[in-house]
Every structure is written in C-alpha cells, then in structure tokens.
C-alpha cells in the first residue's frame, strides 16, 4: 500500500497518467448519465469507432503524431459520425441500433484502412499510431493532460448551464417540447460532449474500450440513487476512482495495459453496484423477498383457520358472518317487496 501511494503521489510519470485518466473517468461518468437514461448507451461506442478515422487524417494534416491535429481531426470525425447516425434515423425506416451498427462498422473499417495505409508509407513518426484502438495511457505527459483538463471544463462547464434542460431531454424531450424548448438543438449539443469525451478518452483507453467508459460508472451510479444530481456526482467519482486506481496498479506491473485494467476497475464496481446497492442491489432485493415470504407464510398460518382452529374466543366465522349478511339482506328485500 505504502508503494502505491509513493508511485501515485511522487512518481511524475504514474501522477500524470492518473490525473489524466482521473479527469477522463469523472467527464466521461457525468455525460455517461445521460447517455444511459436516454437509453443510448451505444452511442458513444458508435462515436468511439467514428474517431478512429479523424486520428489518422489529422496524422496526415500534421505530418505526425501532433496532440492538438489528433484530437481535432477525431472531434470532426467523431461528430460525422454522430450527423450520420441522427441522418439514418430521421431520413430513413432504420431504427437507431441499425444506424449505429452501420456507422460503427463504416467509419472503423475506413479507420482500419486509413491505419494500415500510413503504417505501409515508411513514416517512422507513424510508430504507435495504432495504440488508439486499444489505449497506450503510459505515454500521457503534462501537455496532453492540460489539454484534456481544458476541454473537460468546458464540458462540465456546459453541463452544469444548460442542466434543466439535459435533465428535461433525458427524462420528459416530450413535454420539454410543450414548454418551447428546443430539445432537437440539445440533443445535438450534448452528442457534441459526449464526442468531445469520447476524444478525451482515445489516447487512454482507446476507441475499442472506450463505449464502458461511458456506461459503466453511470450504470454504477444508477443503483444506488434515483436521484439525477446525485447519480452525476457518484458516476464522477466512480469513473475518477477507476482512472486513478487502474493507472497507479498498472505502474506496478510494466505487462498490464493501463487502459483495458481501468475498464476492468470499472466493471468492478458495477457488479458491485449491482450487487450491494440499497433497495436496487440484488442481495438486498433476495432479501426482501425472503422476508415477504416470510411474512405471506405467517399470515397464511396465522389465518382464520388457524385462529378458529385453536379456539380464539373473539373469533367469528366468516363463512357464518357472511351468510348472515346474505340472509338479512335477502328479508329486507322481501319486506320491502311485500311492503
């Protein structure tokens, strides 16, 4: 334990990597939580995959492995992605899950070209372009997580102005829509952040594993409340917990990846979310089940037969009782008829 806190607190390299897959996994849980209640957990797997593209062509633009050309040629390209995905669903019969298994597939096989091509081309600057499929967090330095730290602000900043309405489009887009507020316009500016998350996430997990970035610490955090203000505060540690733990226990072993360790943390805590959470976990659930049996049991044996049988002096019988109220409502009919 002593190792781990030396590595996370005096360690340049182990502090950067986890701050930056802190700021990942806390921008990542809070634009998770609308993705999940929205029901488009997907979606950010969809927009992962659509990036992968914009990397290589802001390769090309840059000449090399430039942070800043990288992570703008994914935004765009991760924000096609997403105008493709609302352009299917709206101008075509296809539902949702078909247009994201279409642009999923099209734009990372465009990628995968893009990829191979610009390895075969000799540029020796092109060496560990192919780490963004699978996350390669060890090589994070500090200005690659100034740059994520800006851009998750601004993010979180966008959150919190417009958070009414996110929880409008998230719960009610109907009845947001009664009241005049352009829930068309907000679900395209929070499929921009959650593609500006999906960008923050690329160099650490990559565009594979990043899709569990964004619903597992949301997941997590929904068992344990029904509450959105505090889902987005629990998801953010969650996935800040998971970034900085999974990078701290990678520094100690040099053959765990760092990316696919901090996707694991995360299901972690997911089962045991679902497991121990108060009133949703399944443990409390088996529990108060076994005690509603119980209680049914009790009442079953505890009954009128029961209480008849062991001779309760105050006991009625309520066959008897309601064959008295049959009788004398059949005599006040007949004394009214004959009256």
């Not at 247009?99 to 081309?121: D, E, H, K």
């Not at 996430?201 to 997941?219: E, H, T, W, Y």
């Amino acid at each position: 334990m002593r190792d781990f806190l030396n590595l996370l607190l005096f360690d340049y390299t182990v502090r950067t990597v986890a701050l930056g897959c802190a700021v990942l996994g806390i921008v990542s849980g809070v634009l998770g939580c609308f993705a999940v209640l929205r029901r488009q957990s997907l979606f950010g797997d969809a927009l992962a995959h659509a990036a992968l593209p914009g990397v290589c062509l802001g390769f090309v633009f840059a000449g090399g492995k430039s942070p800043a050309w990288l992570l703008v040629g994914a935004a765009i390209s991760g924000w096609l992605g997403a105008l493709a995905v609302l352009g299917v669903v709206c101008g075509s019969r296809l539902k949702e899950d078909a247009a994201l298994g279409i642009v999923l597939t099209t734009f990372f096989g465009a990628g995968i070209v893009l990829v191979t091509r610009i390895q075969n081309t000799g540029n020796a600057s092109q060496s560990g372009l192919n780490s963004f499929l699978f996350g390669q967090a060890a090589v994070l330095v500090q200005r690659d997580v100034l740059i994520m730290a800006g851009a998750g602000a601004a993010v979180l900043a966008l959150v919190a102005l417009f958070y009414k309405e996110f929880k409008l489009l998230a719960f009610d887009p109907a009845y947001g829509s009664t009241l005049g507020v352009p829930m068309g316009l907000l679900g395209v500016l929070l499929t921009g952040l959650i593609t500006v998350a999906v960008v923050i996430g690329l160099q650490s997990v990559g565009v594979i594993l990043m899709a569990a970035m964004l619903i597992a610490p949301a997941s997590a955090a929904r068992q344990w409340t029904d509450r959105l203000s505090v889902m987005i505060g629990l998801a953010a540690v969650f996935g800040a917990l998971s970034g900085v733990t999974g990078a701290a226990l990678s520094s100690l072993d040099a053959r765990v990846p760092t990316g696919p360790l901090i996707v694991l943390l995360a299901t972690a805590i997911v089962l045991f979310s679902l497991a121990f959470a108060p009133r949703r976990g399944m443990l409390w659930i088996g529990l108060r089940r076994r005690h509603e049996g119980r209680r049914l049991a009790a009442a079953a044996v505890h009954g009128p037969g029961y209480r008849k049988a062991h001779g309760e002096p105050d006991y009625a019988d309520h066959l008897g009782a309601l064959g008295g109220v049959h009788r004398s409502t059949g005599r006040d009919a007949v004394r009214e008829e004959g009256s």
